[in-house]
């Protein structure tokens, strides 16, 4: 794989442009489609036309699609209706009946909802692993039927990072297919298939569309990964809308400067955040007194604006009057847009190595707000937990 010698920022700004071909025009057109004419009849029997069918592939779907693939270094990318339709997508691609699939415990609750109650029905063996695995220990979990290993570093809520080259290194060694989200980081904060990953989940719902209004997501790969992914989705029938991928590659210009005002306001709040008493714990792994931080250091060259932060208490009336009392912070599960969001997130149905029982966990997203606004709303919000 040949790589650009181009900086991401640059990328990010030129890739899916094609004025020369478009009347002069830098932005590409949006094509909606679904019936899409053959020259002749032998065309469309022999099939060998460029585009076939709207769901399938248009220029624009193909535009944003191949963008994606030029930013990671990959061969290709294929586009769903949202995240956790990519995240089914690129999982069916490689189980089957029989199959032993291992994943991390800290997956996101939807995807792991998926894998839990579908994937048995069809004959897979599930096995969830502790996110905080050695290389070591991760190698004595393998099968002989083991056919995939899911990832997602941070995990999800809790913010654990994932040691991918080492853990990648096993799945190779034993001819395993790897998948892991990379929806916190994106491909800005990091590429999974440097790291040996096989192929990458995104939810472009989040950073990417950054607006709050599209649903969508995408898988990436390299090599046969790619193609089975591509023909998993063609399976599936999965795509989505030319608007939605117009907003897409028009939020993509744009997300690196968006993702670099979260983070930074997302490192000076949790640092503040941190100096309270009755604050636990504080997970974000760009901080640096977080346990995997050197993990970040190693790997990723920008984080996310999303964290979350553990009280040490369970009364759950202060912790709603906590909630209620935020103003510039809008209660809601999705994140990666220009609002800031708060949650307070229930691990006993999705976790194994991590329950908080004793303790309340809460999720902030940064948005593009003024931190120190945000810091004065969340300041007057923790007068009432004292």
């Not at 692993?129 to 099968?143: A, E, G, M, S």
């Not at 991928?245 to 490192?267: D, H, N, P, V, W």
Request: contains cysteine.
């Amino acid at each position: 794989m040949k790589k650009s010698k181009q900086s991401i920022s640059t990328k990010i700004s030129r890739v899916g442009l094609k004025p020369s071909t478009n009347f002069g025009i830098p932005n590409p057109p949006v094509y909606h489609a679904s019936t899409i004419l053959y020259p002749n009849s032998k065309s469309q029997r022999n099939r060998n036309t460029q585009y076939q069918y709207g769901r399938i592939a248009t220029p624009t779907s193909e535009t944003f699609c191949q963008s994606i693939a030029d930013l990671y270094n990959a061969d290709g990318s294929i586009v769903t209706s949202s995240g956790l339709a990519a995240a089914v997508t690129g999982i069916l691609a490689f189980v089957k009946n029989g199959s032993h699939f291992l994943v991390t415990d800290s997956a996101y609750g939807s995807t792991r909802n998926f894998i839990s109650k579908f994937l048995p029905t069809i004959g897979v063996e599930i096995e969830f692993y502790n996110p905080k695995v050695k290389p070591i220990d991760f190698q004595k979990l393998i099968r002989h039927n083991t056919s995939l290993v899911y990832f997602e570093s941070p995990g999800s809520l809790t913010f654990e990072l994932q040691d991918l080259p080492g853990l990648t290194k096993v799945t190779k060694n034993n001819n395993i297919i790897s998948i892991t989200d990379n929806t916190w980081a994106t491909v800005l904060g990091q590429n999974p298939l440097d790291l040996g990953v096989d192929a990458v989940i995104e939810s472009y719902t989040k950073y990417v569309t950054g607006h709050s209004d599209v649903m969508m997501g995408g898988v990436i790969a390299r090599g046969k990964s790619y193609d089975k992914i591509k023909s998993q989705a063609e399976l599936m029938g999965q795509c989505t809308s030319p608007d939605d991928i117009y907003l897409a590659l028009r939020g993509l210009r744009t997300m690196e400067i968006r993702l670099e005002k979260s983070f930074s306001s997302s490192i000076k709040i949790a640092n503040w955040i941190a100096n309270f008493p009755f604050i636990k714990n504080v997970f974000h792994p760009a901080i640096k007194y977080h346990p995997d931080h050197k993990i970040y250091k190693r790997d990723f060259n920008i984080g996310a604006g999303l964290f979350s932060f553990e009280i040490d208490m369970v009364d759950q009336k202060r912790v709603d009057k906590f909630i209620d009392s935020l103003k510039l912070f809008g209660i809601g599960a999705s994140w990666g847009g220009f609002e800031s969001l708060v949650l307070q997130a229930d691990l006993k149905k999705i976790r194994q190595f991590n329950s908080f029982n004793k303790s309340t966990l809460i999720r902030l997203g940064i948005g593009l707000e003024d931190p120190d606004d945000l810091i004065e709303d969340l300041n007057n919000a923790f007068k009432k937990l004292k």
